[in-house]
């Protein structure tokens, strides 16, 4: 499919930031984003990079009201030498895809999604950022667009993408973090939409993160939706938890989403040597073989995260400390190891990076 590059006037260009160090996440947006629509009896028409702006959106759109959208988080990096670099982009692919399914959505061509990032972050390969911890977040959207109060799905759809110069996701940098167990609301259930990137996930998980914050803690970690008794992940990444050398995460049973990093240091780990476990784990053993000092590290994953260290977990008003409450060896060699193949410090051994001309 073509995908027209319009042209960016010089006064639509926006001020570029100058300390890499004050770039936080998501606040800043390039000059640049890719869109294309998807019409009933039409398919995908009209792809295009085009300067970024607002859309002018009618506000009987469905998405307003019903919350059909779906969307992907994935990282281009600048390495030392120059070299720009997309991770696993057609994991995102896929993923997106079967969000889209589920959500009674398009999917969208792997070509055009590929194609389409790759091209918008070579045009914007300027705004990469290059100092440790810093990479280029890239956000795939769709959105249903049709006029209509009805409940269906929409006749006409945005696939878009935009970029934005990003930090590290939490504000403390690659620091232990706190995370309450949360007992009140739940994420997901069995059926739901718990393994799928929707919006609507997001904003129901809102009031569980603000009682959270307003408690002193850094995140909410879910239960599951059912029995509220085993352990999910959180807002925005994959959990893991270490045993000497062994590596425990949650398994994939359709109410958490298949994190990409996740799925990477299962792999990493292996080939670092340590032994992992996809298994259910049970929140009052948990608890307990932390306070036992069974569980060494405990460590959230995720493309914004990346590995970030958890120091303290509490449950129902007690609170223990994971291992020394700092960070791990094995958490921080997993850092340094995915972060060392990300910014090409490390090999690649196993094909995770696509190059960008
Ligand atoms: N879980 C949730 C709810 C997320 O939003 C994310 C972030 O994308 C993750 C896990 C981690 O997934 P990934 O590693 O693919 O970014
Ligand atoms: C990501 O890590 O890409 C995510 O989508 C998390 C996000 C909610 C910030």
């Known amino acids: 499919m073509e995908i027209r590059v319009l042209p960016l006037p010089e006064e639509r260009k926006k001020t570029k930031y100058t300390d890499e160090s004050q770039l936080g996440f998501g606040k800043l947006f390039t000059d640049r984003m890719l869109v294309a629509e998807w019409k009933a009896g039409q398919g995908w028409v009209d792809a295009r990079i085009e300067p970024y702006a607002p859309f002018s959106l009618d506000p009987a759109c469905m998405v307003f009201h019903y919350a059909q959208e779906i969307f992907e988080g ?13 991770f696993r982009p057609e994991m ?26 790759a091209r918008l972050v070579s045009l914007e390969r300027e705004w990469i950022p290059s100092s440790p911890g810093t990479s280029l977040y890239i956000r795939p959207t769709m959105i249903a667009v049709e006029p209509m109060l009805g409940v269906k799905p929409s006749n006409h759809f945005y696939f878009y993408a935009i970029l ?15 995370i309450l167990v949360e007992d009140k609301y739940v994420r997901a259930v069995p059926g739901g939409t718990g393994e799928v990137k929707t919006g609507a996930n997001y904003a129901a998980s809102l009031k569980s993160g603000l009682e959270a914050k307003e408690k002193g803690y850094d995140q909410v970690l879910w239960l599951d939706g059912v029995e509220r008794r085993y352990i999910e992940e959180v807002g925005a990444m994959n959990m893991f938890f270490a045993y000497d050398d062994r590596i425990v995460t949650a398994p994939l049973a359709g109410t958490i989403l298949p994190g990409i990093t996740r799925q990477s240091v299962l792999l990493l780990a292996q080939e670092l040597g ?17 306070k036992e000092g069974k569980v060494t590290e405990a460590f959230g994953s995720g493309t914004a995260a990346v590995i970030t260290p958890v120091g303290k977990l509490c449950y129902k008003d007690e609170c223990v400390q994971v291992g020394s409450g700092g960070v791990g060896c094995i958490t921080q060699k997993l850092y340094d190891t995915l972060c060392g193949i990300q910014t090409g410090k490390l090999p690649d051994t196993f094909g995770w990076l696509r190059k960008i001309d």
Do not use: H
Not at 98 to 109: D, F, I, K, N
Not at 274 to 286: C, G, M, P, S, T
């Open 164 to 178: 934005s110069p990003v930090g590290a996701y939490y504000a403390a940098g690659f620091n232990p973090v706190s």
């Open 74 to 86: 994935l990282k281009a990096y600048r390495w030392e030498d120059g070299t720009i670099t997309l």
């Open 92 to 117: 995102n692919a896929r993923r997106f895809n079967r969000s889209a399914a589920r959500m009674c959505m398009p999917e969208v061509p792997e070509e055009l999604f590929l194609d389409g990032i």
């Open 274 to 290: 340590y032994k992992v476990e996809e298994r259910q784990i049970d929140v009052d053993v948990l608890m307990a073989e932390i």
